[in-house]
């Protein structure tokens, strides 16, 4: 029987429940009363019976949140009502549709009706005016055969009555692009590009209905995208944590999954934090900086800015990521610089302003050890540059499948005089996840000890499955600050 997640909390605790869960917070049914004066707010998750443990512990509540008591519960549906909300509206259409269809075609394709509807997809995002449906959706063999032999007008049509009866059904106003998820290829195929997929483009992202924007490609005359390239393009925009974020979903990739992890970042200094887990070895962590070598479209760069880290320094190789990073800080008003093309040749005292917030190097993270190493030459920081010094007390490594070639730079990067934490991302069988904990301690351990600072794995963070029996980790690496 499939259960769907709550958040069991008290009454004035749920705003803040619905703020933390954004996005994932469903549209579909009401806050309810619990037991005991409690109040149930719904979440878009749902898993099956033997499912159960592990959605509890992927969609864990961080205990950051703060508040009263808080608890994730998986409750079966309501009687009289459908296992999935969304699936009578989605086989509604896929019916109607269908049921237009020459019986003739039908036949000679050798498909079922039935056939068909059972492989109809259950569930859906909504980004708008964008509705984006799971990986494989009308993928199988049976689909493709009927969309491959009615003619264009008529797949318009099913698409287009997708998005009308899903626009009307939220009730959140009109639809208008609908598109088929996809993972992000590790290596990209065709013509024109062949390699490592190192910009992490969803490539396979398949555009149903609706303008998704011209195509650009870079050559030699322009590697980059123009101001007017970025102008045309499509740009969708989520909440999650409160938390503003921009993308163009045929160049850039969007994590709803993350969430758990941003908010837990966001948290991180809470006092309950604090006290459980030693941090306040760190004085003054609100006067320093934070530095993200694979800063995407803002996940952590943002959770970093409202922590309350005085500056970040980002590092983003794709100009569409940086981009949307762009625009995403400007929609939660925070001072942001991009550093691309010719300026990436100025000397760093030239490049940073007093007051700045957010700097984003569009270059690979390569660069960033030797651009850390000139900040700290300076002679004559600028009052209010919280970047010059030695501030820096977060560092995040936030590629998948590892980040282990961006280590040796965030260690450099870190405090000296103050020490911090570097959090690695990193995706890890669960039978090897407290192994690898260890290994990753006595590796820092090994490079650390002409400096004499303390290393300590501090806590392995849990934030989602990537494959059956295979976590996405992040490992929080304690550093202390190196002896005189």
């Given at each position: ?33 619990g ?20 959605a509890?512990?992927q ?79 009308f993928?199988?063999?049976a ?43 590790v ?6 590009s ?8 969803p ?113 983003e ?57 000139e ?15 030695e ?43 407290e ?26 963070e ?7 029996g ?8 304690y ?6």
């Open positions: 029987m499939s259960k769907q997640l709550w958040v069991q909390s008290e009454k004035r605790d749920v705003q803040k429940v619905k703020q933390w869960l954004g996005e994932s917070l469903s549209r579909q049914d009401r806050v309810r009363h037991r005991d004066g409690q109040m149930l707010t719904p979440t878009i998750w749902r898993c099956d019976d033997e499912q159960i443990e592990q509890l512990v969609h864990a509540l961080p205990s950051e949140l703060g508040g009263g008591p808080m608890e994730m519960i998986a409750l079966a549906s309501r009687a009289g009502e459908e296992a999935d909300p969304k699936t009578g509206v989605l086989d509604g259409v896929v019916r109607k549709w269908l049921a237009a269809l020459p019986a003739a075609l039908l036949d000679s394709l050798a498909v079922r009706i039935a056939e068909l509807q059972g492989q109809c997809p259950r569930r859906w995002s909504l980004y708008r005016p964008m509705l984006l449906l799971p990986s494989g959706s993928d199988s063999p689909w493709t055969s009927v969309l491959r032999h009615v003619e264009p007008a008529e797949r318009a049509r099913l698409w287009r009555g997708i998005l009308d009866a899903v626009s009307l059904k939220d009730g959140g106003g009109a639809l208008s692009r609908l598109a088929v998820n996809a993972g992000i290829p290596a990209m195929t065709g013509s024109a062949h390699g490592e997929n190192v910009l992490r483009s490539s396979g992202l398949v555009m149903l209905y609706g303008d998704f924007g011209s195509v650009w490609a870079p050559d030699e005359m322009n590697p980059s995208p123009s101001p007017r390239d970025f102008e045309d393009a499509f740009w969708v925009s989520t909440k999650q944590n409160g938390i503003y974020q921009v993308w163009a979903p045929r160049y850039t990739m969007f994590s709803r999954g993350n969430i758990k992890e941003k908010a837990r970042i966001m948290s991180f200094h809470h006092p309950e934090a604090a006290r459980t887990l030693a941090r306040k070895r760190v004085r003054n962590w609100e006067r320093g900086s934070a530095v993200d070598l694979y800063a995407g479209i803002g996940y952590f760069v943002f959770s970093y800015a409202a922590m309350g880290m005085l500056s970040i320094l980002g590092w190789i794709n100009p569409w990521s940086v981009e949307g990073l762009r625009r995403g800080a400007i929609g939660n008003g925070w001072k942001v610089k991009v550093v691309r093309g010719i300026e990436l040749k100025k000397p760093m005292h030239e490049l940073l302003s007093d007051g700045d917030h957010i700097v984003i190097f569009e270059e690979n993270n390569e660069y960033a050890g030797s651009r850390i190493a900040l700290r030459r300076l002679q004559h920081p600028r009052p209010g540059c919280a970047l010059l010094g501030n820096v007390v977060h560092v995040n490594c936030g590629l998948l499948p590892d980040s282990r070639p961006s280590w040796r730079t965030a260690l450099h990067a870190l405090s000296r005089e103050r020490g911090g934490w570097l959090h690695l991302h990193e995706n890890v069988a669960k039978p090897d996840i192994g690898r904990s260890r290994e990753i301690e006595k590796e820092f351990c090994n490079w650390t000890t002409s400096s004499g600072r303390l290393v300590e794995m501090e806590h392995v849990l934030v989602k499955t990537f494959a059956p295979v976590w996405h980790c992040v490992f929080d690496v550093v202390g600050p190196a002896l005189p």
